[in-house]
Antibody
């Protein structure tokens, strides 16, 4: 069964760092595009970052560019989102999702999400 | 960036009704549009990709159509489990962008 499990969320002070993990099971994450999407409390969905099958296919939303880094650990079948210089407005539930085929293509599987709270 | 305008932002409907949600892109996106369902406190669920293709396991009461800039999601025979929020997303261009969402409530 294809599953995604996010972890790593928590409470962090403004300016701090956090690393989120997106562990894949039932599929090889390096054969799929993976994206991160966040949802601030009471708000809609916002795409944050994505990584394609090719190493050079990495994308970021302007709101996180230069502060967040997406990466993949193929042996661990895990994708990471390293978040630094965190701001109060980064507070959200962060979801990881798997693409269809080798691209995003609307995706097909989502994790349950992990909550990041940035507050002093 | 491609702006996605979804309407209405909310609607009230009764069990058994048929409802239609509209999503408009600020520029042509071919058919690179997906629809997602989200229930309170839960992760989004993929419903439709490439504008009109149902994800595996999604019932045929959900249907999508459109191409270019105008798209629709139709839900037939609304059941209690269908009351949720629905989002469109374009994936023709980065950054990927979502519509603002439509909350479908029970009348």
């Amino acid at each position: 069964e294809v599953q995604i499990l996010e972890s790593g969320g928590g409470l962090v002070q403004p300016g701090g760092s956090l690393r989120l993990s997106c562990a894949a099971s039932g599929f090889t994450s390096s054969d799929s595009a993976i994206i991160w999407v966040r949802q601030a409390p009471g708000k809609g969905l916002e795409w944050v970052s994505g990584i394609g099958v090719r190493v050079d296919n990495i994308y970021y939303a302007d709101s996180v560019k230069g502060r967040f880094t997406i990466s993949r650990d193929t042996p661990k079948n895990t994708v990471y989102l390293q978040m630094s210089s965190l701001r109060v407005e980064d507070t959200a539930v962060y979801y990881c999702a798997k693409g269809r085929g080798s691209g995003w293509n609307g995706g097909d599987t989502w994790g349950q999400g992990t909550l990041v709270t940035v507050s002093s | 960036d491609v702006q996605m305008t979804q309407s209405p932002s909310s609607l009230s409907a009764s069990v058994g009704d048929r409802v239609t949600i509209t999503c408009r892109a600020s520029q042509g996106i071919h058919n690179y549009l997906a629809w997602f369902q989200q229930k309170p406190g839960k992760a989004p669920k993929s419903l439709i990709y490439h504008a009109s293709n149902l994800q595996s396991g999604v019932p045929s009461k959900f249907s999508g159509s459109g191409s270019g800039t105008d798209f629709t999601l139709t839900i037939s025979d609304l059941q209690p489990e269908d009351f949720a929020s629905y989002y469109c997303q374009q994936y023709d261009h980065y950054p990927l962008t979502f519509g603002g969402g439509t909350k479908v409530e029970i009348k």
